[in-house]
């Protein structure tokens, strides 16, 4: 089976992290999509954040990064998709992602959406949290690892 884990990790957080090496456990070969949209304002380039995520990933054979623009259904199709992960860190979360699963499944019924509900430790974390934090000169080191504390800290820091 082949999942997708779709998001535009700007930065990637110990929370993505953790679903990735759960599915990783889970499915044959999941492909985190890193999602390119222009109309995002966005701290790290579409090239830094899938090299970024190569690197925290490559001990998981099975998990490969590519980055996508457009509609994620697009691109689950054009990959054979069988599912769609979607991270849920609180029930606020789970009310847009239904709605988006089920635009998903009318437009794609092959494809499946499978919600993983975040570990307590990650729940309150986000990369828009992390990034504010950043920008304030905090430390981030609970948040995000070392490889991604370093390039968000230089990059807050050169403002």
Same mark, same amino acid.
């Given at each position: 089976m *082949?999942? +997708?884990? /779709? =998001?535009?990790?700007? /930065? $990637?957080?110990? =929370?993505?992290? &953790? $679903? *990735?090496? !759960?599915?990783? @456990?889970?499915? &044959? @070969?999941? *492909?985190?999509?890193?999602?390119?949209n222009q109309n995002k304002k966005v701290v790290f380039s579409i090239e830094d954040r899938v090299a970024m995520i190569k690197e925290l990933t490559s001990e998981y054979p099975n998990v490969q990064v590519d980055n996508f623009d457009g509609l994620l259904i697009d691109y689950a @199709? @054009?990959?054979?998709? &069988?599912? +769609? $992960? !979607? =991270?849920?860190r609180a029930v606020s979360d789970y009310e847009y992602e239904m709605q988006m699963s089920l635009y998903n499944k009318q437009l794609y019924p092959e494809i499946e959406t499978m919600f993983l509900v975040s570990d307590t430790k990650y729940s309150y974390l986000s990369s828009s949290i992390v990034k504010e934090i950043a920008s304030y000169h905090g430390d981030i080191s609970s948040f995000v690892p070392p490889l991604v504390e370093v390039k968000i800290n230089s990059k807050y820091r050169c403002e």
């Amino acid at each position: 089976m *082949i999942a +997708i884990y /779709p =998001g535009s990790f700007d /930065p $990637i957080t110990y =929370g993505h992290l &953790d $679903i *990735i090496t !759960r599915c990783s @456990k889970k499915f &044959d @070969k999941v *492909i985190v999509a890193v999602l390119n949209n222009q109309n995002k304002k966005v701290v790290f380039s579409i090239e830094d954040r899938v090299a970024m995520i190569k690197e925290l990933t490559s001990e998981y054979p099975n998990v490969q990064v590519d980055n996508f623009d457009g509609l994620l259904i697009d691109y689950a @199709k @054009k990959k054979e998709a &069988d599912v +769609i $992960i !979607r =991270g849920l860190r609180a029930v606020s979360d789970y009310e847009y992602e239904m709605q988006m699963s089920l635009y998903n499944k009318q437009l794609y019924p092959e494809i499946e959406t499978m919600f993983l509900v975040s570990d307590t430790k990650y729940s309150y974390l986000s990369s828009s949290i992390v990034k504010e934090i950043a920008s304030y000169h905090g430390d981030i080191s609970s948040f995000v690892p070392p490889l991604v504390e370093v390039k968000i800290n230089s990059k807050y820091r050169c403002e």
